[in-house]
């Protein structure tokens, strides 16, 4: 459990918890994207809400092909702002049922 001041939620685990005490620091989660690698705060969460574009992560790793070891670096659009689950409105925050 987590308490603080604000959540920002792009979707179902991309989401960021700010304004935490000592014990609560900041909460964030980040499908597909490693935390390590890119410098990550509430401002790139507000961003995307704000500017209707996705932002953009890096993933760094190691892959073996052939037996031999190559690293690789991936840009990749990781902070979505199509939520595909429900209709989004003006605003930005409230959403309605799909008509479907």
């Given amino acids: 459990e987590w308490a603080g ?3 920002v939620g792009l979707c179902s685990k991309t989401y960021y918890c700010f304004g935490g005490d000592d014990a609560n620091a900041d909460k964030f989660s980040c499908k597909g994207v490693n935390k390590r690698c890119n410098d ?11 500017t ?21 670096t991936q840009t990749r659009d990781a902070f979505s702002y199509f939520y595909p689950k429900r209709k989004v409105q003006n605003d930005g925050v409230t959403t309605l049922p799909l008509d479907i």
Avoid: P
Wanted: hydrophobic share 25%; no cysteine; proline share 0%.
């Fill in 5 to 7: 001041n604000g959540i």
């Fill in 40 to 50: 990550i705060d509430h401002q790139k969460y507000l961003n995307v809400l704000t």
């Fill in 52 to 72: 209707k574009k996705n932002g953009q992560g890096v993933n760094r790793g190691f892959r073996v092909r052939d037996n031999e070891m190559y690293t690789y």
